[in-house]
């Protein structure tokens, strides 16, 4: 068994106890702060992902304009400038 599969039982045994304590703890006299505290992590779960998604498309800088590519079907180079070579027929195919 390599280190991934080691982690991976892991993880499942840590989660099957703690959805049996979960479950038990459910039919104890703090039920309902229980299920507070699991509702309030969840929410704060969500809200701290989804406030870091937006944290990263905020401070990502947009890409690179594409340039359309001289001789493809369907550019229109009706300005009359090019960048780069004047046409693609000079180019050889690529072979696989």
Same mark, same amino acid.
């Given at each position: 068994?390599?280190?991934?599969?080691? =982690?991976?039982?892991?993880?499942?045994? +840590?989660?099957? %106890?703690?959805?049996?304590?979960?479950?038990?703890?459910?039919?104890?006299? =703090?039920?309902?702060? +229980?299920?507070?505290?699991?509702?309030? %992590?969840? +929410?704060?779960?969500?809200? !701290? %992902? /989804? !406030?870091?998604? !937006?944290?990263?498309?905020? /401070? #990502?800088? @947009? @890409? &690179?304009?594409?340039? &359309? $590519?001289? !001789? &493809?079907?369907?550019?229109?180079?009706?300005?009359? #400038? #090019?960048?780069?070579?004047?046409?693609? &027929?000079?180019?050889?195919? $690529?072979?696989?």
């Amino acid at each position: 068994m390599n280190k991934d599969q080691s =982690y991976g039982g892991l993880i499942l045994v +840590v989660s099957v %106890i703690v959805l049996i304590l979960y479950i038990f703890s459910l039919t104890s006299a =703090y039920a309902q702060l +229980v299920v507070y505290a699991v509702v309030s %992590i969840a +929410v704060i779960g969500i809200l !701290g %992902i /989804t !406030g870091w998604i !937006g944290w990263t498309m905020l /401070t #990502t800088p @947009p @890409p &690179a304009p594409l340039e &359309a $590519e001289i !001789g &493809a079907p369907g550019s229109s180079s009706s300005s009359g #400038t #090019t960048s780069g070579s004047s046409s693609m &027929a000079g180019k050889p195919e $690529e072979k696989n």
